[in-house]
């Protein structure tokens, strides 16, 4: 059974920094790549970042290129994201998902999301 | 453009059809999911690569995509299936829709 458990959130004041955790079991881990996704309170959800199976490819939103660093330690079955200068708008419940395929951004297995909360 | 438009929400009577759609720019060239959140609870995905279901979603559900439009069926709706429904395309990157209310009464 394919399990993802987020890890890390919290509050954190305007221009702080945070690093989330993602532990999963259930899957070969580095045979898929893995993204976060986060959902700000009562609003959609947006895509964050992705990572290659093997870490050598990222991506990020605009919104947070430059500020997030998404990192995983495939021998610890385990996905990061660092968020440094964080911002209010930052906010957010953020879950780590995995693809349906190898290097997909079809989200069939979801974490069950951790809140960050930027406010002074 | 990579914004995809959403109807923010949706009606229909329990044992009917629901149809959501999904715009956007060529989003016949790119891939295209559905996902299903009730209050409180994480997405669920429903279609995935335009119009394949995962393993233990109702036959009821179905997707398609051409042109600048993809479309989520939901066929003989239920009650059960009142929930918000977000469109996802993607190809080298991705981004979501802005979500539908369906409502069902």
């Known amino acids: 059974e394919v399990q993802l458990s987020e890890s890390g959130g919290g509050l954190v004041q305007p221009g702080g920094s945070l690093r989330l955790s993602c532990a999963a079991s259930g899957f070969t881990f580095d045979s898929y790549a893995m993204s976060w996704v986060r959902q700000a309170p009562g609003k959609g959800l947006e895509w964050v970042s992705y990572i290659s199976g093997a870490g050598s490819s990222t991506y990020y939103a605009d919104s947070v290129r430059g500020r997030f660093t998404i990192l995983r330690v495939n021998s610890k079955n385990t996905l990061y994201l660092q968020m440094n200068s964080l911002r209010a708008e930052d906010t957010a419940i953020y879950y780590c998902a995995k693809a349906v395929s190898a290097s997909g951004y079809d989200f069939e297995y979801w974490g069950q999301g951790v809140l960050v909360t930027v406010s002074s | 453009s990579n914004d995809l438009t959403q109807p923010p929400s949706v009606s229909v009577s329990p044992g009917q059809t629901a149809i959501i759609t999904c715009s956007g720019d060529?989003?016949?060239?790119?891939?295209v999911s559905w996902y299903q959140q009730k209050p409180g609870q994480t997405p669920v995905l429903v279609i995935y690569q335009d119009s394949k279901r995962p393993s233990g979603i109702p036959e009821r559900f179905s997707g398609s995509n051409s042109g600048n439009t993809a479309t989520l069926t939901i066929s003989g709706t239920q009650a059960m299936d009142e929930a918000d429904y977000y469109c996802q395309a993607w190809d080298s990157s991705t981004v979501f829709g802005g979500g539908t209310k369906l409502t069902v009464l």
């Open positions: 060529k989003l016949g060239d790119k891939f």
